[in-house]
């Protein structure tokens, strides 16, 4: 069978197993739709969760960011990885004791208010819309290089599958889809990466091979030490070394982290299990299952790392693999013959007088109308031209992006077919997993939360649900624009943006919910707004309105300022609550008995 045959059968052997899921597991009802009838095992919820956070950005952009930038990438492998542990220790045990919904719904009754509710649903809706942003983009990359189409008619091809399964399964047909996907992608993502370990390793574990020794050449020696070699003598930066300061480092990591214990579509997984007890065993399953794609992923972008230098660098372009000219034709790379030899260089800044490695000028390659004549189409040596004017600056001639790394790397090294088949599956698995979490979110954050409990109390079950639908609909056709037209280079950054907004707005309010009975309904909301305030106002004025970087906040980049916001919210929060009256009684009551053990009998002196 040829290449595309397998990726056919592949993907399409998995759209039928999720289909035929979510129709199995169609929503009947509120609860349905909501929680999925609260009765999901912890087994199939840690792994339903653990596919919901392995987003594209994880599975498609974070090995390509380690990839390109090395040891600064740790950043998002820290910050996610010990988001989640915050998240499951400190949150979601006493928010399903509480027994609500959604994350709004909490802050609506722990604030006694509707307009907590309120600004609620509005944070719930920003962050989602960033993330799924994202994710829109990582499902429009993998169809793009799957069909030879352009991101765009990608990107509509996966949000028209997302709304089929999302919208008519709701949470129950997501959870049951989500343990699929997860299956999928875990070997989608392991099995190439013990293939290439062997290959240039000679190690069939991944991990011991980033750390053992690289075989693939004429001499043994350390693959770090490789690896740094081989990007120093291009004019880029060690592998092993950091490039960010220590307080960009230290910001992002922080961001995520936080940010991770307030990512509301992450949350409402824990709704679905039985019970508190049930909740922390469920916990434990999804750290393992994520460690399974985490540890892996380091070892996945160092890998892609080599191949990419060694299959590239120096190789006349009529001699390029295969797979560098399909990259090519869907404008997922590209080459600029600068000093006009037919043969590709990739160099670092190092290389140039002016510090770039910039190929052309703009953010990303643009092409001459299909109707041009071929030789403003096709150049000389058949590589398809730019209609960008080429950085004659520096010597570097070849571009790509970083989220085509992990789809690449089993092509870079000659991988059997259908490992290749796996891996397009896992890709989309991974971007149409937290696609349609965060739709549910957003979906139940205005049927339920805006409809339901501040506009029309009176809506029954079925026009609830309706309105969730229409909620969906609506909701991926902006993110289907953004996805199209994203707000960053890379999917990875874009969602870094997200978890500074769920830093800067839920989790400061949901953490002093829990465990602060003093805080009151004008504190909470006032600390909420100005976080996500500032922090939105911030990306928007360096990502999108040209603020230059000498003008950064203590040098912080935009992907780490939802830690500013975040100790803003906090600050607020207890200001305004300390000149303002305590909660009612009941609500100090509420907040105490979430802190007590089921079973157990209401505290009193002896």
Known sequence: MTQDQLNFLFIGISFALYIWIAVKSRAASTTDYYTAGGGVSPLANGMATAADWMSAATFISMAGTVAISGYDASRFLMGWTGGFVLLTILMVPYLRKFGKATVPDFIGDRYYSKFARGVAVVCAIFICMTYIMGQMRGVGVVFSQLFGIGIPAGVIIGATIVFFYAGLGGMKGITYTQVAQYCV???????????????????????????????????????????????????????????????????????????????????????????????????????????????????????????????????????????????????????????????????????????????????????????????????????????????????????????????????????????????????????????????????????????????????????????????????????????????????????????????SSFFPTLLIGIFSKRMNREGAMAGMLVGITFTIGYILYFQFLGGHKEHLLFGIEPEGIGFVGMLLNFAVSFAVSSFTPAPPQEVQDMVASIHIPSGAADASHH
């Not at 549910?440 to 805006?450: F, G, P, Q, Y």
């Open 185 to 503: 992608m875990a070997f989608a993502y392991t099995i190439p990466a013990v293939f290439i370990a062997i290959a240039l390793t000679n190690n069939f574990i991944p991990q011991l091979g980033l750390i053992g020794n690289f075989t693939a050449g004429p001499e043994t020696v350390p693959f770090l030490e490789k690896l740094n070699s081989i990007n120093t003598e291009l004019g880029f930066a060690e592998y092993t070394s950091g490039k960010l300061s220590t307080m960009n480092m230290f910001c992002i990591t922080a961001a995520l982290m936080c940010g991770t214990a307030g990512l509301p579509h992450v949350i409402v997984r824990f709704f679905t299990v039985k019970s508190v007890k049930a909740v922390r065993t469920s916990a434990c399953w999804t750290l393992l299952f994520i460690a399974v794609i985490y540890l892996t992923a380091p070892t996945i972008g160092a890998f892609a790392r080599v191949n990419l230098i060694q299959k590239l660098n120096g190789t006349n372009y009529t001699e390029a693999p295969a797979w560098f000219q399909e990259f090519e034709t869907t404008g997922q790379m590209a080459w600029v013959d600068k000093n006009n030899d037919g043969k590709i260089q990739y160099f670092g800044p190092a290389k140039s007088e002016a510090g770039t490695a910039t190929v052309f000028q703009g953010a990303a390659p643009t092409y001459p109308a299909y109707d041009a004549p071929e030789d403003q189409r096709v150049g000389v040596n058949g590589e398809r031209l730019l209609a960008n004017k080429a950085d004659e600056s520096n010597p570097n001639e070849l571009w790509f992006g970083n989220d085509i790394m992990v789809m690449a790397n089993p092509s870079m090294a000659n991988l059997p077919k259908w490992v290749i088949a796996l891996l397009m599956a896992g890709c989309i698995a991974a971007a149409l997993s937290t696609a349609a979490g965060l739709l549910l979110v957003l979906s139940t954050s205005i049927s339920h939360d805006l409809m339901k409990k501040i506009i029309k109390p009176e809506l029954s079950d079925k026009e609830e649900v309706s309105y969730a639908r229409i909620a969906s609909f609506m909701a991926l056709v902006v993110a289907t624009y953004f996805g199209i037209n994203p707000p960053s280079a890379f999917i990875a950054k874009t969602v870094a943006f997200a978890f500074g907004l769920a830093a």
